[in-house]
């Protein structure tokens, strides 16, 4: 095998699990196999892994529950709570909103927290279900993502604005690939905080005939605060509720089969 | 009930015995079925097999003929032991009458 095409099936076999890496590697060198002959090995063998992974309903849930229609919204909102802060720093546009300065700041308070527990819990639920597949839900979540970004044209904001969930979405990703499961006291309260955030904007603001009710797309963000509750609830029923301090009830590194 | 490749898997690993590892079994199975053998269906089959129980894998020594690159080893276990006569009596079982077969004790056309 020459040192260029091995060098290929050396990179293919990268998105191989280590161990499983030195095996393939191993056998193919024993085996004298010719470069391509290699390579086609390598990549049949991550195509199957990779398969096998969405023979699972977990990445899709990921994907195509959370991921992409969480990235819509999220933009919309991060661009409302921008719009916002902007309103609290401009004399005139707080004048024509009928805000007054506190109760401008309580708004922007509570719509930036619903920003954070949003973006957090849709990244954690993504981080805990996709551990395998995050590239999917990563490419999944920033297409939307560029194409706002590449369209948007809103003087005095800039287009970076758009992307504020992106920070607690992320810390939210890594905590849910660190960590199994929520402790089920935290996912309440975490629900219902996130929950009680929702309602004030409910009855606020217009609505168009031809739009769907606020409250559903609310719930299009909110359901994974619940969704953390409810896999919460199953891990304390197994290990005894409440059985470990802190925050977290479960490690990942427990939780061998995960995808 | 196992697949016709998850037999050859098992059939070809317990003949190995201590040497039974990915590319000796590739090897045994391409040898005795003349059929391509790729290290995707190898290695995912294995996976499948270890799941249910009927082999054990670990990591075993490096050797120089293979870049100093360690070795899957793999064992079958009583239960694939198991697996694999029931399939064979099933196999045999099925074959009794065929054309084919060499001592046929059933009646055929």
């Known amino acids: 095998m020459t040192s260029t095409g091995w060098s290929f099936v050396e990179a293919a076999a990268r998105l191989l699990a280590r161990d499983e890496r030195e095996a393939v590697l191993g056998d193919l060198l024993e085996a004298d196999e010719n470069a391509l002959q290699g390579l086609f090995g390598v990549l049949s063998l991550v195509f199957r892994r990779e398969a096998a992974l969405w023979k699972s309903w977990r990445p899709w849930l990921a994907g195509f529950g959370v991921a992409l229609p969480s990235s819509f919204l999220l933009m919309g909102f991060s661009l409302s709570v921008s719009w916002s802060y902007l309103t609290l720093r401009c004399p005139e546009l707080l004048q024509k909103s009928s805000l007054t300065l506190g109760s401008g700041s309580l708004v922007l308070l509570c719509q930036a927290l619903l920003l954070i527990g949003w973006s957090w819990t849709g990244g954690f639920v993504v981080g805990s279900l996709s551990r395998r597949t995050l590239w999917a839900s990563t490419l999944l979540c920033y297409s939307p993502c560029l194409f706002c970004l590449s369209r948007f044209r809103v003087d005095p904001l800039s287009r970076f604005c758009l992307l504020l969930f992106l920070l607690p979405a992320i810390w939210g990703v890594h905590q849910g690939l660190r960590i199994s499961r929520m402790k089920l006291s935290w996912a309440i309260a975490l629900a219902i905080t996130v929950t009680a955030l929702m309602l004030p904007g409910w009855s606020s603001g217009a609505h168009h005939w031809w739009a769907p009710p606020r409250w559903t797309l609310d719930w299009v963000l909110c359901w994974p605060a619940w969704y953390l509750v409810a896999t919460a609830r199953r891990a304390g029923s197994k290990a005894g509720l409440g059985g470990s301090d802190g925050l977290w009830s479960g490690h990942r590194e427990q939780q061998t089969g995960m995808s | ?109």
């Open chain 2, 1 to 109: 009930m196992l697949g016709e490749f998850e037999y050859l898997m098992i059939t070809a690993a317990a003949g190995l015995g201590d040497n039974a590892y990915g590319a000796a079994i590739r090897e045994e199975i391409e040898a005795t079925t003349g059929r391509k053998c790729s290290i995707g269906a190898l290695y995912t089959t294995i996976d499948r097999l270890e799941t249910k129980g009927l082999l054990k894998t670990w990591m075993g020594d490096a050797t120089p003929q293979r870049g100093g690159r360690a070795k899957r080893m793999v064992r079958v276990t009583p239960k694939g032991v198991h697996a694999a006569k029931d399939f064979y009596d099933a196999v045999t079982r099925v074959s009794r009458g065929a054309s084919w077969v060499a001592n046929r004790t059933g009646s055929a056309p």
